[in-house]
């Protein structure tokens, strides 16, 4: 129940195409879903973060879609640059108790030149 | 500059030694934590406090020890360090609202 399932393991995508990286979740106490993205040799940095009383959120070329009844939720990233070359996790966590994030895998994204 | 640091950044070590990775955020964040990243990227959280009070404590061999000093630093402590304790050690903190923020990472290498 604590799982948080990420795919696909790896992407590769064109410039300019769109990138899509998928997480499901099972326990549905969970009500916050941040995006992190690590570059190699750093520390993950958040990107984006949705909580589950809207289906969409959208900065700039990321987008988070979630869908409450399906306990998913995906990152689109439009225009996929080389510089979003990166490796990407989705978290899920609790807005109480310990705060605890269940990351997901990871993605490693690249996008080509 | 607002951030979560650590060190060192480094530290490569020979097995059996005892080795220490500090942090400090200067961000005002009351909860603070440590994740190992092994080779396949899997982020594992290993402890949390909240207002230097221990509330995550995941299987972690007792080898593993953290203090919490005081809100702003979370410190871990290694004894007699084995090879599969080579890894990336992340340190992260956040505050009751905000997402996680995390350090730069320290880079362990066991001998």
């Given amino acids: 129940q604590q799982q948080v399932k990420q795919s696909p393991q790896s992407l590769i995508v064109q410039k300019g195409g769109i990138s899509i990286i998928n997480c499901a979740y099972e326990n549905t106490a969970f009500d916050y879903f941040p995006w992190y993205q690590q570059f190699p040799g750093k520390g993950p940095a958040l990107l984006i973060a949705i909580r589950p009383d809207v289906s969409e959120k959208k900065e700039g070329r990321f987008t988070i879609s979630f869908n409450k009844s399906a306990k998913q939720f995906s990152l689109h990233i439009m225009d996929s640059q080389p510089g979003d070359s990166a490796t990407y996790f989705c978290a899920a966590s609790m807005s109480s108790g310990t705060y605890k994030y269940i990351f997901g895998t990871g993605t490693r994204l690249k996008v080509l030149a | ?111």
């Fill in chain 2, 1 to 111: 500059d607002t951030a979560v640091s650590q060190t060192p950044k480094y530290l490569v070590t020979q097995m059996g030694n005892d080795k220490s990775i500090k942090c400090e955020q200067n961000l005002g964040h009351d909860t603070m934590y440590w994740y190992k990243q092994d080779s396949k990227k899997f982020l594992k959280i290993m402890f949390s406090y909240n207002n230097k009070e221990l509330i995550i404590n995941e299987t972690v061999p007792n080898r593993f020890s953290p203090k919490s000093p005081d809100k702003a630093h979370l410190n871990l402590h290694i004894n007699s360090l084995e090879l599969g304790d080579s890894a990336v050690y992340f340190c992260a903190s956040k505050t009751l609202v905000s997402a996680q923020y995390f350090g730069p990472g320290t880079r362990l290498l066991v001998l």
